[in-house]
């Protein structure tokens, strides 16, 4: 999220309000025919892959996947740098997401063609970020003077990091709200203060969220945990649910990335607060403009 500016999200803002009904199916776009994506997925996702898939199949453009890894080559030990060099020469941009930290620089440090990190271990979930601006910036109006409490597992969220960083192009007050153990790390919550972002920090929800505009949730990262027995402990330790929303303003909204576990009741779908699905739809909006302008097409 560092290679971004407010001009840049923006841009993208623009081109995702221009390009909703293409992403409905209501208007056909062709700007990506004869352009392709190959999708490189090291770890699960949904959203992610099959957002980027169906973003760019609506702009007319083909998709190719490496499937589940032990489909690929690398079940025989083919490396991940070979494997960059060799689907570089099949697709025009590669979107990969994978458990080690600076997987998707190494990628594009190998690659000729432009690569999107889809997300890295513990490191960035930058569509994510910006997916969850835009959908404030559509759910709110506006991204300035909103106070956006992040909640759940701050250490090991990628995509809490990336949004984070995205905040600090706006004029906003955030607010960490994590168990006792899975605070956000030091240096992030320096490098944000650094760049001018009111932060603060609590192991305590409910002493956050009363004039919270925004209510970002994320679950505990179970495949973060080296031992199995500290993520029990931790699983469970916040909900989301009507009764905590009771205590918010009205008008907030409630984001989620999504998969939820516990940490989000179901009741919570039919209140106004929530805003998780149409976030989806704008991941979807957000990622057909970011292929649009990283594939330079009008
Ligand atoms: N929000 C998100 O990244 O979802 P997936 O893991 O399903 O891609």
Same mark, same amino acid.
């Given at each position: ?7 840049? +999200?923006?841009?993208?803002?623009? +081109?995702?309000? $221009?390009?909703?009904?293409?992403? =409905?199916? $209501? ?7 004869? =352009? ?7 770890? #699960? ?22 499937? !589940? *890894? ?17 689907? @570089? ?7 990969? $997401? ?32 910006? +997916? ?12 300035? &003077?909103? =106070? /956006? ?9 990628? !995509? ?12 906003? $007050? ?13 240096? /992030? ?10 932060? @603060?920090?609590?192991?305590?929800? @409910?002493?956050?969220? &009363?004039?919270?505009? *925004?209510?970002? *949730? ?9 031992? #199995? %027995? @500290?993520?029990?402990?931790?699983? &469970? ?23 939820? +576990?516990?940490?989000? %009741? =179901?009741?919570?779908?039919? !209140? #106004? ?6 976030? *989806? ?7 057909? %403009? ?9």
């Amino acid at each position: 999220m560092r290679d971004f500016s407010r001009r840049d +999200l923006e841009s993208i803002f623009k +081109l995702a309000d $221009r390009l909703e009904n293409v992403a =409905k199916g $209501r208007t056909k776009n062709r700007a990506l025919e004869g =352009k392709m994506l190959a999708t490189l997925f090291f770890e #699960p996702s949904t959203r992610t892959r099959i957002s980027f898939e169906s973003a760019m199949q609506r702009l007319g453009g083909g998709v190719i996947g490496l499937g !589940s *890894v032990e489909a690929s080559s690398l079940a025989k030990g083919e490396t991940f740098e070979d494997t960059i060099r060799v689907v @570089e020469n099949y697709a025009d941009v590669l979107v990969i $997401r994978h458990s080690k930290n600076g997987a998707a620089e190494q990628a594009a440090e190998i690659a000729a063609v432009p690569v999107i990190n889809g997300g890295d271990g513990t490191n960035e979930h930058p569509t994510q970020a910006i +997916l969850d601006l835009y959908t404030m910036r559509r759910e709110k109006g506006k991204i300035d &003077g909103l =106070k /956006i409490v992040f909640l759940g597992d701050c250490k090991h969220a990628r !995509s809490f990091k990336s949004l984070a960083l995205g905040l600090t192009n706006f004029k906003v $007050r955030v607010t960490f709200a994590s168990p006792l153990g899975l605070e956000m790390n030091d240096s /992030i919550v320096h490098e944000l203060q650094t760049r001018g972002l009111t932060v @603060e920090q609590t192991n305590n929800v @409910e002493s956050a969220i &009363g004039d919270a505009d *925004v209510l970002r *949730v994320v679950r505990v990262m179970k495949e973060r945990f080296s031992d #199995p %027995a @500290e993520y029990e402990r931790l699983r &469970g330790s916040y909900t989301v649910d009507l009764q905590l929303l009771s205590k918010c303003k009205k008008n907030m909204i409630v984001l989620h990335g999504l998969p939820r +576990l516990d940490e989000l %009741a =179901k009741e919570v779908d039919d !209140s #106004p607060h929530a805003a998780y699905f149409r976030q *989806v739809f704008y991941g979807l909006c957000t990622r057909m %403009a970011l292929l649009r302008l990283i594939l330079r097409t009008k």
